[in-house]
């Protein structure tokens, strides 16, 4: 599952990245992000130390690029465009606050049908699924997606 968010954000914002990383690694999804600072770091760190697998999908040619957090790196030295890569990836999205990099990852995401919850981020669309909570993002991807196989099932 991925969450997006901009690069550069408050505590606050931050804060809540962090525990939808946590909820989502502790239901047993890996996480998907830019994988730069911000939402991304957070929710990212989040996951990390919640036990759960981190994927960072970086703009850049270097993996070195990634937060400290992510496990596996997909550099791709393609900018901006690396968004449509992370649309195609993921297969919900929770979109924490953000900026326009993230707004075109929910189009990306909307376009291909992928359910998109929103904690403070953009209203472009009757499709977003507004939450006030980083419990409530969880739990509604959850709802929307249902829960991941566990180890060993198909």
Do not use: H
Not at 11 to 25: C, D, F, H, T
Request: charged share 15%; aromatic share 4%; net charge negative.
């Amino acid at each position: 599952m991925a969450v997006i968010g901009a690069g550069v954000c408050e505590p606050g914002v931050s804060e809540q990245a962090y525990e939808i990383g946590q909820g989502l690694a502790a239901a047993g999804f890996a996480v998907v992000t830019g994988g730069l600072g911000g939402v991304m770091a957070a929710a990212s760190r989040g996951a990390r130390e919640a036990g759960g697998t981190v994927i960072g999908i970086v703009p850049g040619a270097d993996p070195a690029g990634a937060n400290d957090a992510v496990q596996w790196v997909i550099a791709t030295g393609m900018g901006d465009a690396r968004n449509a890569i992370l649309a195609n990836t993921a297969a919900a999205f929770i979109a924490v606050a953000g900026s326009y990099g993230t707004l075109s990852e929910i189009a990306f995401a909307l376009r291909r049908g992928k359910p998109v919850i929103t904690l403070g981020s953009w209203d472009v669309d009757p499709q977003l699924i507004a939450v006030s909570t980083p419990e409530q993002a969880v739990r509604e991807l959850v709802s929307r997606i249902g829960m991941p196989p566990a180890a060993g099932e198909a």
